[in-house]
């Protein structure tokens, strides 16, 4: 007997993964939302955008042929809206495979610019909202004993160096959570990723000054992917930005102090 | 949104029987009615779904609510009054089977209706309308309820009969739990005068001998097969062995008080009083594979066919009727993937053609089944009927973690063929239907009335399980 009949996408012995993704309107968010749904998952995505958020959704569940991306338009800074959002996502998907921290600011700051407003929203957008969304998203993998957390931190977070306190900062308080968050989850089945993107072509790298060749989002997001699929704990993305941050890493405070990068 | 209720704190992994479903719930377990009640009102202030559960016994996603609130009811299990001059039971929704069993069995009833296992609840057996080995004689389980009271989502509480609010009775009864909680139900038992069975085993050589044999068989007092899943070719195709068993007549016990007693209708837990069952399943779990399925069915075929074939013996009601407790957590032994059970209900005529053709294509696949069980059916008058003038075929499948799709695609193309034969399904065990094979059988205008109900019972779709997601989107 030939009997070629399609399957239907959502089936309970084959369900979508899923996944959310916090900050997805651009940059990496976008192009990972992208590779995932050309992976075949269900998103959630949000970011503050909402036009850019729907045109992207919009974009992919054309591609599709169906519902697979749902826009959540939200400020991460709104942390008092973090809890009844994520119950929202949370059964709207059923059940969350894989969470994505992604959303993240800069200030360009001048040389001695002290200027706290700066400081307390980038720490609340690349510090402290994370820590909202991941206090939420955690225990539910605890629960089940599986899943991906992936926060997108930075090189930036490696050392502090002179050009932007409050960024280097707020993503050396991310990388340092992200670690935490793994050592206290590993244990229970739970992978964390710490992805270091170096330069990458975003909105946040006009502001800065590529002092080496910038890669697309397109392939930060494969790096990703691919380091999910090998439950890699930390990854540079592209990966030489490994070898420069190692050396950079164990440069003595007298020299560094005196570097102007 | 949000609200107290969705806790980190009630946050709970819940998987089907099967074990080849997880989600995250929201878990709450009430004792009382005004509990459920107020989480009705929580929910539709504030936009969550629920769930209902009952012991969480069927094979899929039924009693699951992914990211919602699942309400377990295995505490409101009250039995509220007994009468064993009549046989009139009334209790909460939380009573198992086997406290009902227990409880009413040594004043000499026993349920009309019993599934093969006694760990179910009687809510949820009548949420999926349950029926047993004698569905031909005695009908579903439903069909001996002789009222209910139900609350609605919408907060009104609901006396229902087969007479009084009769649209209410005939849906939330195989309503899967979706229209309503049964906050009390009555029931009638059946007399019996004795705890034993008269059972008559015998074999038979294919699908033509096995629904003959049940056939011939349907006005027994229950009136099973066992089938071969494994077996191929013409002439072996769906081998098995057929029971049949009577009650015994007032009179024919000698001892009726003795064998009526829970304590003597008890399983031991040892086999041969030395293995401990308990770890029967891990030992199982060694044989379930391909080959090693093929091995166990023909060894089983070959002892019924040989030194256990045409045997008459007397046997407890318990068990005989209870043959899936016999080892217990015997779902482990199929492994981390879990298992489904796809089962069919196909009308008289066709059912020989189309059993072959699933029980070939499953071969044919690659994915055999392990257990095959056939039993004979009658239509009823309940909204979600599976049953049929005909008979059933319960096929069990192992999910390997790595042929999950192959096995979704393969339950798909099941579904096709039963349809061809004008087959039906049943929510209760269904890991595998679609919006469009559920219209099929149910027909559209059942699904529309079951939506239109919905709507008026339940107007802001407060109860809602991954099967209703799955099946009426």
């Not at chain 1, 307390?120 to 957008?125: I, K, N, Y």
């Not at chain 2, 068990?319 to 482990?332: K, M």
């Not at chain 2, 239509?379 to 999950?404: E, I, N, Q, T, Y």
């Not at chain 2, 339950?411 to 094979?437: M, W």
Request: glycine share 8%.
């Amino acid at each position: 007997m030939t009997m070629e009949t399609k399957l239907p996408v959502e089936h309970p012995l084959n369900p979508l993964p899923t996944a959310v993704i916090v900050g997805a309107s651009s940059g990496i968010g976008e192009a990972l939302a992208r590779k995932f749904a050309d992976e075949g998952y269900k998103l959630a995505l949000l970011a503050r955008r909402e036009d850019l958020l729907n045109a992207l959704c919009e974009e992919i569940n054309q591609k599709a042929g169906e519902i697979r991306a749902t826009a959540y338009p939200h400020d991460v800074t709104n942390f008092d809206q973090i809890p009844a959002l994520f119950q929202k996502i949370l059964q709207d998907l059923q059940t969350i495979d894989i969470f994505v921290y992604n959303s993240g600011v800069m200030y360009t700051i001048k040389e001695s610019e002290y200027d706290f407003s700066k400081d307390l929203h980038t720490m609340q957008v690349n510090a402290l909202a994370p820590m909202a969304w991941l206090d939420q998203a955690a225990p539910v993998f605890e629960q089940m004993g599986s899943g991906h957390i992936v926060g997108i931190s930075s090189v930036a977070g490696d050392r502090g160096r002179v050009g932007n306190p409050p960024y280097h900062t707020s993503k050396a308080a991310f990388s340092v959570f992200l670690e935490s968050l793994r050592n206290r989850m590993s244990r229970r089945g739970v992978h964390v990723l710490t992805v270091k993107p170096g330069y990458v072509k975003t909105a946040l790298l006009e502001l800065a000054v590529a002092k080496l060749p910038p890669i697309t989002p397109e392939k930060a997001a494969n790096d990703i992917y691919r380091a999910i699929r090998r439950k890699r704990q930390t990854i540079y993305t592209p990966w030489w930005w490994g070898t420069i941050m190692l050396i950079v890493q164990h440069i003595p405070s007298f020299i560094f102090r005196r570097m102007s990068f | 949104m949000a609200g107290n209720m969705l806790t980190k704190e009630r946050l709970y992994k819940m998987e089907n029987f099967g074990h080849s479903i997880e989600k995250p719930v929201y878990l709450y377990r009430p004792t009382h009615t005004e509990q459920v009640a107020d989480i009705f009102q929580q929910a539709t202030k504030e936009g969550f779904r629920v769930g209902l559960r009952g012991a969480g016994r069927s094979y899929g996603d039924a009693a699951i609510t992914g990211g919602g609130v699942v309400l377990d009811f295995t505490r409101m299990n009250r039995i509220l009054a007994w009468n064993p001059e009549t046989g009139v039971i009334k209790m909460e929704p939380g009573v198992t089977i086997e406290q009902l069993w227990r409880y009413t069995m040594e004043d000499g009833w026993w349920s009309p209706v019993m599934p093969g296992t006694m760990r179910p609840t009687i809510g949820g057996c009548l949420g999926a309308n349950v029926h047993g080995k004698n569905n031909w004689k005695q009908g579903t389980m439903g069909e001996h309820v002789l009222e209910f009271s139900v609350l609605l989502p919408n907060g009104k509480e609901k006396v229902c009969t087969p007479e009084k609010n009769k649209d209410l009775f005939y849906s939330v009864i195989s309503g899967m739990g979706l229209l309503g909680v049964l906050t009390s139900i009555t029931y009638q038992m059946k007399r019996v005068y004795s705890g034993s069975l008269e059972v008559k085993a015998w074999a038979e050589p294919n699908l033509t001998g096995v629904l003959r044999a049940i056939d011939e068989g349907k006005d027994e007092d229950y009136d099973v097969g066992w089938l071969d899943s494994t077996a191929r070719g013409r002439r072996s195709l769906g081998r098995g062995q057929m029971h049949t068993a009577r009650y015994l007549k007032e009179g024919e016990d000698p001892y009726p008080y003795q064998t009526l007693l829970p304590m003597n209708q008890d399983l031991p837990d040892t086999i041969m009083g030395i293995v401990p069952k308990s770890i029967v399943w891990r030992f199982m779990k060694l044989g379930l594979f391909n080959l090693g399925a093929w091995a166990a069915n023909l060894a089983k075929y070959t002892m019924n066919r040989t030194i256990g074939n045409h045997k008459t013996y007397i046997q407890s009601l318990v068990a005989f009727t209870f043959l899936l407790d016999y080892v217990p957590n015997w779902e482990l032994a199929y492994g981390r993937g879990g298992l489904i059970q796809y089962q069919s209900f196909v009308p008289k005529d066709t059912a020989e053609d189309t059993f072959g053709e699933i029980l070939r294509h499953t071969q044919r696949r690659g994915l055999p089944s392990y257990l095959g069980v056939v039993k004979r059916h009658r239509p009823d008058h309940f909204m979600f009927s599976h049953a049929v003038d005909g008979f059933s075929l319960a096929l069990d499948f192992k999910v390997p973690p790595r042929k999950r799709a192959k096995l979704a695609k393969m339950t798909h193309e099941l579904n096709q063929i039963v349809l061809e034969g004008g087959g039906r399904f049943y929510f209760a065990k269904d890991s595998a239907l679609t919006p469009d094979v559920v219209e099929a059988y149910l027909g559209g205008e059942t699904v529309a009335e079951f939506k239109k109900l919905k709507a008026k019972v339940d107007p802001n779709g407060i109860l809602q399980t991954d099967l209703y997601r799955r099946c009426f989107r």
